[in-house]
């Protein structure tokens, strides 16, 4: 993969692909209204209701739809579950010597889950950038007001709406890809960017988050990706899984 045989300058580059996007819906926050207006169906509003628009995300509502979310909101962390599993059986087996390519780049994938989803976005970011997700917002049915990505003064207090967890764990399974050997990362590569993708668009659909939260959160799994392959190497040898 051409990113990491050239992870520092991938890096870079992928980090400030993230900023612009970041300056992108600061400066137009009407874009994220408006994409996430046309999965939005408005209905007349109880008399006392104090949201400004009443309604529903109905693809949140729909259930294969809502099938399919569970299924890719849990397919990442059984993903690093099995990895983590693996790794400890392997050490604690004494086969460490047996396996020194897959454990090194298992490691770099189980450390990127964790330092961007759980930490980064989960533990920081959604926990203090109090952005209402849009169904809480009052343009969506919900009493809070909207704030823009570059705004932190919102109404939420906790698992708010800045930056998508599900999107970065999207973002991870694309990075997943890279243990894999070129054969198997031919046939996968389309489904699972195409799962990764729809991961992302769901939760806009569903008035989960906003679409700059889903990307946002998308690019985050691949930039701390490449910085720890920047830092530690990507290492590549006929122990790779074929």
Known sequence: MLLIDRPVRAFAGLLFLWFIVYAFFRDFPSV????????????TCAEGA???RC?????????????????LFFLPGDLVIAMLVWSIDVHFRGQNGR??????????L???????????????????????????????????E??????????????????????????????ALAILSPRLRRILF????????LTVFLRVMFGRHFLSDALLGFLS???VFLFLIAIFGWKKADEVAR
């Not at 450390?111 to 209402?132: E, Q």
């Not at 917002?137 to 809070?144: E, R």
């Open 32 to 43: 994220d209204i408006a994409f996430s207006n046309l999965f939005f169906t408005e209905t």
């Open 55 to 71: 309604g529903t995300f109905a693809a949140g509502e729909h259930p294969i739809l809502s099938a399919i979310r569970t299924f």
């Open 99 to 108: 396996y020194p390519v897959m454990q090194h780049n298992v490691r770099i």
């Open 146 to 175: 909207f704030k823009a990505v570059a705004d932190f003064g919102g109404a939420c207090t906790s698992n708010c709406s800045f930056i998508s967890g599900e999107a970065a764990s999207a973002g991870w399974l694309i990075c």
């Open 110 to 144: 189980i450390a990127t889950w964790i330092i961007s989803v759980a930490i980064i976005v989960n533990m920081l970011l959604k926990a203090n950038s109090a952005r209402p997700r849009p169904a809480a917002t009052s343009l969506f049915g919900g009493d809070m």
């Open 50 to 52: 104090s949201a400004l």
């Open 190 to 197: 389309v489904p699972v960017v195409a799962a990764a993708l």
């Open 221 to 223: 799994a691949p930039v």
